[in-house]
């Protein structure tokens, strides 16, 4: 039943990349539309050796772009899953990409409208507000050169708490100063950690 399987270097069974995507469609992380999975599956063909298992399908999943060209529009391959780096603050505009992946992360639980940000990187100061509920919430948040401010996640974290969401940001810790983050209920999560044995958490890496 599993001759078909590849030892990795890691040490743990290698699936073929096809049955990689679907393992991780059933937790929960899977692709927008049937040409997302072609450009995928097509794009980490040569690198997965490179990774863990499961590893470069949510690299790419997470990082990739459905356009390939790299002036082209920033077209996300999933919904499900982001990659990005934490030293990414640089101007206006970045903050509120940080709460449009949140808000696309957490299907629907978190909604938010009238979302502005400010960073002014020379003069310390960056803001992210929004409406929710009816409500208006801002947030003042640190500056350290371009890193993001860490706190930022946590509110996220807590917001989408309060929405009574069974769905829980958790992240993958890539070692370096970039993350993978997701958005799955606590059954997901654990299939997550069966299927891919990569580890998960419910705060950001430091």
Request: aromatic share 8%; net charge negative.
């Amino acid at each position: 039943m599993l001759k078909f399987l590849k030892k990795s270097l890691f040490g743990r069974p290698r699936p073929p990349l096809a049955q990689q995507l679907a393992s991780l469609a059933d937790s929960g992380i899977a692709p927008l539309d049937a040409a997302c999975e072609e450009l995928v599956l097509r794009r980490c063909a040569g690198n997965h050796l490179r990774h863990e298992p499961y590893m470069a399908l949510l690299l790419e999943l997470g990082g990739g772009s459905l356009s390939e060209d790299a002036d082209g529009p920033d077209i996300p391959l999933s919904h499900d899953v982001w990659h990005f780096d934490t030293e990414c603050i640089v101007s206006h505009g970045d903050y509120i990409d940080i709460a449009r992946r949140f808000t696309a992360l957490s299907k629907g639980a978190l909604v938010l409208t009238d979302v502005r940000d400010h960073v002014d990187i020379e003069e310390g100061v960056a803001w992210l507000s929004f409406r929710i509920d009816g409500k208006e919430v801002r947030w003042d948040l640190a500056v350290e050169d371009d890193w993001v401010d860490p706190n930022v996640f946590s509110r996220f974290e807590l917001l989408l708490a309060q929405t009574g969401s069974q769905r829980r940001y958790i992240w993958f810790d890539l070692q370096g100063q970039d993350c993978l983050v997701a958005c799955v209920s606590a059954e997901q999560q654990e299939r997550l950690k069966l299927v891919t044995g990569l580890e998960t958490r419910h705060t950001p890496p430091a």
